[in-house]
């Protein structure tokens, strides 16, 4: 099985100011999807993107996969302080329904 | 976005008894769902793969007969955690998929556990 491993760990940020959060895997994939976790809370899907995509946009999201360095990055713009959760990134293997998860990146966006 | 429900949010029992945790897709149908574990600070570990009349697949090291799993239906699955004990305490959160393995998964509200 592959894992994913965010980095950073922790990130503080001014609001405002943009928000990069790393994610790496180990083995090949069909796609990768971004989640926002609030404390003590569920899941919530922010974006997927397929291994054939280098590039996707939603909102204030970017996120970019590279499946050459298998490695993944979610760029949040503008932060605001209700962006303050732990992000994780999943991925899929080839044919695969499960969803391997990183360790994620705790973000604080600091009014 | 397609919605799972998770009930109960938040469950307290006694050592020694048995927990139903109840995730239901709300509007799709779901052959195929995952039921995950966290522990405080951590990311999430898959115990199983739930599937629709079938056995539940379950992953190494997960006790199939202490954490029951059943899909009846194309969308609900149920987790039976039995005889339950403190160190079963967790945060247990559903997750579905809308459509084959290059769809979006979809997770539940998750299910706060604390064993007394």
């Known amino acids: 099985s592959q894992q994913g491993e965010e980095d950073p760990q922790a990130l503080s940020i001014q609001e405002g100011e943009n928000a990069t959060m790393n994610c790496s895997y180990k083995?090949?994939?069909?796609?990768l999807q971004w989640y926002r976790q609030n404390s003590g809370r569920g899941l919530v899907h922010l974006i997927l993107?397929?291994?054939?995509?280098r590039e996707k946009h939603s909102g204030r999201l970017r996120v970019t996969l590279d499946t050459s360095k298998k490695s993944s990055s979610l760029l949040i713009t503008a932060s605001r302080a209700a962006d303050t959760a732990s992000y994780f990134c999943a991925s899929s293997g080839a044919g695969s329904y499960q969803l391997t998860f990183g360790k994620g990146t705790k973000l604080s966006v600091i009014p | 976005g397609a919605v799972v429900s998770q009930h109960p949010s938040r469950v307290i029992c006694k050592s020694g008894t048995s927990v139903k945790i109840e995730c239901r897709s709300l509007d799709f149908q779901a052959t195929t769902m995952f039921w995950y574990r966290q522990f405080p600070k951590q990311s999430l570990m898959l115990m199983a793969t739930?599937?629709?009349?079938?056995?539940?697949?379950?992953e190494q090291g997960v006790e199939k007969d202490k954490f029951l799993i059943n899909h009846a239906s194309l969308t609900l699955s149920t987790l039976t955690v039995t005889s339950a004990h403190p160190e079963d305490s967790s945060f247990y959160i559903c997750s579905a998929r809308t459509g084959g393995a290059y769809t979006e998964a979809f997770f539940g509200q998750g299910t706060r556990l604390t064993v007394v």
């Open positions: 083995t090949s994939i069909n796609n």
């Open positions: 993107i397929r291994s054939n995509e």
């Open positions: 739930s599937n629709e009349g079938s056995k539940a697949t379950y």
